[in-house]
């Protein structure tokens, strides 16, 4: 363990919160820290970070909130940040001077066994025995005094929703920075310091005085222990190494990968006997109660429903108030900005079209996001969030995943970057990456605009408002069809995933605390814009380049010839007087003439030139060159698709996909060339293929950053890929299906 080389009282001190998941750890660090809070990942990690400040007397005290764990058998990147954390092993954050363990009170045996796996690393620890509120309603009664005594530390009981206990646990902290206490540690067998002498030998030169003994029980221990690999020991090698060690505990009669467990829990229990006392009668409890509705295999999948209906309901009810100010202010922005550029026409379109509509873009989904976080946090503070991922595992069990996968593809329904990031309390490797790899399948909310234009152009207008819904409701689970055949195709031919069995704690039911709901759901928030604001920005400055350049003055004048010639001939007047009519200042044929002169530059551009190379590989989908420039501008973000049209249709960028002129404009367009020449480009099998293509395709700059930062960018690219190909097929198979159908 890495030592301190100054005393404590001379510098800010270091205190560690660990417990495991569901004890109310993360409350209790709000309780403790305020606001006085930052979040951060870990070096090297993706995992999330969480310090803040406390004060003590005259002692400023850094809390650090670890990710929650069982034990220090890292499983997961959360579990692995937890024994690296104590082990003074992460850089930037030494060894912590003092390590609060928080313990469910109503769980005592089991949620002990971390604290005695943190005992035997030999760091000072107290215990904060949390939520002693449902254990009093549940009818246990714990000897505080009798347990503090028989564990050699103070233990303070808490319930850190009410706020009970925490003035008495800072002043144990306080306390235990000065007079450091060490739990009472287990007294391992012969046969364990032998297979450890085994362990030492064999690695010889490699532990170098860097391995504790506890590190090394882990390698004894473990199934698959880090410490190997951090060493930089192969596979081959590591089983040369393990395997006599553990044939020493496995001869005195021991399963070396269940012998810690055993252990630990025999010594646990004698330290807590007479401890507890529970009711003679066993009450039934609130939790159970209610689980016999909610986790039904009928009735709780009802109610399931219905929440998940109210949640999404919600969504884009409450959220579009707040979308369309942040679309005013965008709107506000871009004339200030062009009125205020209007001498440089290069530099006015890069802070209108490219910065402040990249932004812009990003912004305006946040709503949708801060609302469905405000939900999900309210879901795992209440409990219910655990019950549902029970539900959810019969669905996915079939393709290779459990319920854990859930709360990433909900998740993913308002935007799959938190999405992706929420797939990180999936233990397994392979299975969190193919959870990854088909959360951006789910229909994330900046899908919606392309389905309200396409449906209310060529849908509602055919079939009416009822079948509209339907459809617009339908598409939302195009992408959860396609993403479990998706995740069993990965499993079983690519990653080769084996099974994953599905342990699940069903914590109390609880009411949340309303501070912390924000509080997380701010978080969120926050993460969201700095993750996704930046590489959003960046690709849709590049997609303003090649939308603006070339930029030659001929198709200016081209454009400005063409104009007035239909000036001339929709007024019966002259070429000088439509010339004069078109300089003479009048604001609408000003506006149309800019709009005309835009489509023309667009239609040269790098991007059009290359939407029109592109076509023909679209054609098969129905796709004309224009609806190909869309669909390419529309990669940093899949709403950028209505902005693009607009400017190819003559009407500017400032439409929206309720746009009564741009529905009229998709309506009239027609084939110019080709075989389809005079025939309307759009019908229902071309407006459905569309909506398909969208709902598949990966069309987000941020997502893609967001998949590479967890993964790698090969599987990013991998992700891009085969999510592109898959949209294009299913875009063809039903505008073909479509056309023969007579859409």
């Known amino acids: 363990m890495a ?112 604290a005695s796996q943190i005992a ?125 060690a553990r044939d020493v505990v496995r001869h005195a009669g021991f399963n070396p990968l269940a012998a810690e467990a055993l252990l630990q829990y025999e010594h646990i229990g004698s330290l807590v006997e007479g401890v507890i006392h529970a009711p003679k009668e066993p009450r039934v409890s609130r939790s159970e109660s209610i689980d016999r509705v909610l986790t039904h295999r009928w009735w709780g999948l009802a109610v399931f429903g219905s929440l998940m209906y109210m949640v999404f309901q919600s969504i884009y009810t409450w959220a579009v108030p707040l979308m369309d100010v942040i679309e005013a202010a965008k709107g506000w922005a871009q004339e200030a900005a062009s009125a205020a550029l209007a001498g440089s026409p290069m530099l006015e379109s890069l802070v209108t079209d490219g910065i402040v509509e990249g932004v812009g873009a990003m912004l305006v989904f946040l709503p949708q996001i801060l609302i469905l976080f405000f939900f999900i946090a309210l879901l795992e503070d209440t409990g219910y969030m655990a019950r549902a991922a029970f539900l959810m595992d019969r669905l996915f069990g079939w393709c290779g995943l459990n319920g854990k996968s859930f709360v990433p593809l909900l998740s993913s329904y308002a935007c799959a970057v938190p999405g992706v990031l929420s797939a990180r309390v999936i233990e397994d490797p392979k299975a969190r990456l193919v959870t990854i790899l088909i959360a951006p399948l789910m229909s994330c909310s900046a899908r919606l ?62 009411v949340p605390r309303l501070r912390d709901v924000l509080w997380r759901m701010a978080e969120r928030g926050w993460e969201f814009v700095s993750r996704a604001g930046t590489v959003i920005l960046a690709i849709t400055v590049i997609i303003w380049a090649m939308l603006y350049f070339p930029r030659p003055p001929e198709v200016g004048a081209a454009a400005r010839r063409a104009f007035v010639a239909e000036v001339a001939a929709g007024r019966g007047v002259g070429h000088d007087e439509a010339e004069r009519l078109v300089s003479g200042g009048d604001r609408d044929l000003a506006a149309r003439l800019k709009a005309k002169t835009a489509a023309a530059y667009v239609e040269q551009s790098a991007m059009g030139r290359l939407g029109r190379k592109l076509q023909p590989v679209f054609d098969a989908a129905g796709f004309d060159w224009k609806i190909t420039v869309g669909v390419i501008a529309s990669f940093p973000a899949r709403e950028v698709i209505i902005a693009t049209l607009g400017v190819i249709y003559s009407l500017g960028g400032d439409v929206d996909e309720a746009s009564g002129d741009l529905r009229a404009a998709m309506a009239a367009e027609r084939w110019t060339e080709g075989p389809r020449a005079g025939a309307p480009v759009y019908s229902l099998a071309v407006a459905v293929a569309i909506m398909v293509f969208f709902a598949l395709c990966q069309q987000c700059g941020a997502t893609v950053a967001a998949v590479a930062q967890e993964s790698s960018w090969r599987w990013a690219l991998f992700s891009f890929s085969y999510m592109t190909v898959l949209a294009w097929v299913a875009a063809v198979a039903v505008f073909q299906i479509g056309t023969r159908l007579g859409w």
């Not at 606001?35 to 090297?44: A, D, I, K, T």
């Not at 469910?104 to 066994?113: E, V, W, Y």
């Not at 392309?450 to 009822?466: K, N, S, T």
């Open 3 to 114: 030592t301190l080389t100054e005393p404590v009282s001379a510098r800010t001190a270091r205190v560690f919160l660990v417990g495991n998941p569901n004890t109310g750890k993360s409350t209790l660090f709000n309780r403790l820290t305020g606001l006085r809070q930052r979040v951060g990942n870990y070096p090297g990690v993706t995992v999330e970070r969480k310090t803040g400040m406390l004060r003590l007397g005259d002692r400023d005290v850094e809390v650090v909130d670890l990710p929650g764990s069982y034990s220090l058998a890292a499983a997961s990147p959360d579990e692995r940040v937890v024994i690296d954390a104590l082990s003074g092993r992460i850089r930037g954050l030494p060894a912590p001077d003092l390590v609060v363990c928080v313990v469910d009170a109503t769980n005592l045996r089991r949620n002990l066994f971390l």
């Open 120 to 244: 035997d690393v030999g760091i000072p620890l107290i215990i904060a025995l949390n939520l002693v509120d449902s254990a009093r309603n549940s009818g246990l009664r714990i000897d505080y005094e009798l347990l503090s005594r028989r564990l050699r530390v103070p233990v303070v009981p808490t319930a850190a929703v009410t706020g009970e206990g925490v003035e008495t646990l800072r002043a144990a902290m306080g306390w235990a920075l000065e007079f450091p206490p060490r739990m009472a540690a287990i007294s391992w067998p012969p046969c364990v310091g032998e297979a450890m002498d085994r362990l030492r030998a064999a690695l010889g030169a490699r532990l170098d005085g860097e391995v504790s003994d506890a590190e090394l029980r882990r390698v004894l221990f473990d199934s698959e222990p880090v410490v190997l690999e951090r060493l930089g020991v192969s596979r081959e090698r590591a089983t040369e190494v393990v395997g006599p």
């Open 449 to 510: 605009p392309v389905y309200v234009l396409m449906i209310g152009a060529f849908v509602e207008p055919r079939y009416g408002p009822f079948w509209a819904g339907a459809t617009l409701f339908a598409m939302h689970f195009v992408g959860l069809l396609v993403a479990l055949p998706v995740a069993a195709i990965l499993n079983r031919f690519l990653l080769r995933t084996r099974p994953q069995p599905f342990l699940l704690e069903m914590p109390p039911y609880r």
